[in-house]
Structures are given as structure tokens and as C-alpha cells.
């Protein structure tokens, strides 16, 4: 038959109710190194705790939204890029094409080229900016500028094959004489 460990009456550091404990849990040390034989209950040990742990002073900022965050000094040492985010739907947000951070970016991505029509018609919608002629297959996306490695959102503009040839006729120059103004 086993034997029943002796136990101690101790009174909860948290609400005060008196409960029975083993002495062995009055000297073990639990989760994170904080001794918690001297609560009578898991909920009464983490009020405790969170009332009376020091609260932590923010020390990073968010590359994407701004919001200063506590992260600890291995963490804050970690990332490889150099940039620390706040959450993951940030980091994802950081490491897709529109944001401008090219050393979070996976190596598929490459420098955006093959990626930048798919972004630009999401977010100018799949129609044509002079007409409005809207056949997603059949839209280009123009670079403004005419640099083709300039990928910036704002640089590139939807447009159908017409208007395309029209932005690139007379030596890359937008051509205003051949278009027809909008009424």
C-alpha cells in the first residue's frame, strides 16, 4: 500500500483561503522559476503574478504600423533583416511586394518583376484607367515612368492594349493628339 505524504495547512498569498499542501511543492520550482506551492489554485498563482510582475517598458517599434511592443534582447537581436514587427499579420504584411522592405522578401519573389501585374490589378481593379474597358486577360499594366525595374505601385497603371500603344507611340511619349477626350 502506498504511503500518504504528510501534508502542511497553508493559507493561498492570493485570496487567503487555507488549503493542504505537500511539502515537496513548497520547494519545487515551477514554471519559469517562480515557486508556486504556496497558491491553491493555478488561478490564484497567475493573478498573483501578473499583479504583482513589474510591467515591461516597450523597446520596438513596428516597421509596418509604428506601435512600440516589449521584446526581449534575444529576440530583439534575432531577426536577420534588422526590422521587428508587432504581430504576424504585420510581418506578412511587410514581406508582401507593397510594402518597400526588399530583405524580408522571399527569394521567389526575386525584385517583384513577374509579381507587380497581379498587385497592380488588385489594387487599381481590373479595368482599363482611360476607357474602362475591363477583360482582366487581355488589360496591361503600364510603367509610368518607363522603367520597367520600378515596380513602386504608384508607378505602374492598368490600361487595355489601345491605350497602352497610345502611352508608348512617338519615341515614349504620351501621345495626347491620338486620344479622344472623355466627355
Known amino acids: ?12 498569498l492570493e485570496c487567503g483561503k487555507e488549503f493542504l499542501q505537500r511539502p515537496a511543492e513548497l520547494t519545487r520550482v515551477k514554471s519559469h522559476g517562480r515557486n508556486t506551492g504556496r497558491f491553491c489554485s493555478r488561478a490564484c498563482c497567475g493573478k498573483h503574478r501578473s499583479e504583482h510582475t513589474p510591467k515591461l ?5 513596428c516597421a509596418v504600423c509604428g506601435k512600440t511592443f516589449y ?9 536577420h533583416s534588422g526590422l521587428s514587427f ?11 511586394f507593397e510594402c518597400n522592405f ?26 482599363c484607367a482611360e476607357c474602362g474597358f475591363a477583360v482582366a486577360h487581355i488589360l496591361v499594366v503600364h510603367h509610368k515612368d518607363g522603367d520597367r525595374n520600378n515596380n513602386n505601385i504608384e508607378n505602374l497603371e492598368v490600361l487595355c492594349p489601345n491605350h497602352h500603344a497610345l502611352r508608348h507611340c512617338s519615341g515614349g511619349r504620351y501621345c495626347t493628339s491620338f486620344i479622344a477626350k472623355k466627355v
Open 1 to 12: 500500500m502506498p504511503r500518504k505524504s504528510a501534508r502542511v495547512k497553508l493559507n493561498c
Open 57 to 61: 517598458e516597450d523597446n520596438c517599434k
Open 71 to 79: 521584446r526581449n534582447s534575444y529576440r530583439r537581436n534575432k531577426p
Open 86 to 96: 508587432c504581430s504576424r499579420q504585420c510581418k506578412d504584411k511587410g514581406q508582401s
Open 102 to 127: 526588399p530583405k524580408m522578401r522571399p527569394k521567389k519573389y526575386k525584385n517583384g518583376y513577374s509579381m507587380y501585374r497581379k498587385h497592380a490589378l488588385r489594387r487599381h481593379g481590373a479595368k
